[in-house]
């Protein structure tokens, strides 16, 4: 098990472009989940999927974020345009259907506006 | 609404010594889950332990365990035996046993553990 997969590991970028960034959960999960983590706010539910379907994505902050899950195995999540407020460490994380496991993080993307 | 507050931005322990870090939550609910996580510098977020509100008994892992008190929601995690592996951001969480909509991981603050030599 090669556990949950996110890439890029970090990610520099100037304001304005577009930033995409990809996971690849556990085989096997129903849940995918992507948090943006921040001093200020700590760790914050950005949208979570199940079966590949978005179940709630009240925590997007704002338009200029979408996020996907094409199959079981891919999402990404896309910041269009990007800011220096967005900069973040950014968590991909599954789990499976049953709801007394934890979840399963992926190790993040830091992601730096400029 | 469901909330998790850890009160110790920071704690200290010697090597070797025993720490408690403490997580209060807020629910209506009487069945869910908590989780503590640990966030080393490396950022992956590694699951310590996992409680089930249903079960009386606390939970442990090897030097890790947990004193689960359900009338006065609190969630405190006990380290033995400290190492210096130990150091790192503690996260306590807390998770509502029912899918769909409601199947959401709710984190604390974090509380940031020294452990010196």
């Known amino acids: 098990d090669a556990g949950v997969i996110q890439s890029p590991r970090h990610e520099v970028t100037e304001m304005g472009q577009e930033v995409t960034l990809r996971c690849k959960p556990i085989?096997?999960?129903?849940?995918l989940f992507w948090y943006r983590q921040t001093m200020m706010r700590g760790l914050e539910l950005l949208i979570y999927f199940n079966n590949n379907v978005p179940i709630d994505d009240s925590g997007m902050p704002e338009d200029r974020f979408s996020a996907k899950m094409p199959n079981a195995s891919f999402s990404t999540l896309k910041i269009q345009p990007s800011e220096p407020r967005d900069s973040a460490v950014y968590f991909c994380a599954s789990s499976r259907d049953r709801v007394n496991y934890g979840y399963t993080f992926g190790s993040g993307t830091r992601l730096t506006v400029v | 609404a469901q909330t998790v507050t850890q009160s110790q931005p920071e704690m200290s322990v010697q090597e070797a010594e025993t720490v408690t870090l403490s997580c209060t939550y807020d629910t209506s609910e009487s069945d869910y889950y908590l989780f503590w996580y640990k966030q080393p510098p490396s950022r992956q977020m590694i699951l310590v332990i996992r409680q089930e509100a249903y079960k009386q008994q606390n939970a442990t892992e090897n030097r890790f365990s947990v004193n689960f008190q359900k009338a006065a929601k609190s969630f405190s995690l006990k380290i033995s035996d400290s190492q210096l592996g130990d150091a790192a951001m503690y996260f306590c969480?807390?998770?509502?046993?029912?899918?769909?909509?409601?199947?959401?991981?709710?984190f604390g603050t974090g509380t940031l553990l020294a452990v010196q030599p």
């Open positions: 969480a807390y998770r509502i046993p029912y899918g769909g909509a409601t199947n959401k991981l709710i």
């Open positions: 085989s096997g999960h129903d849940y």
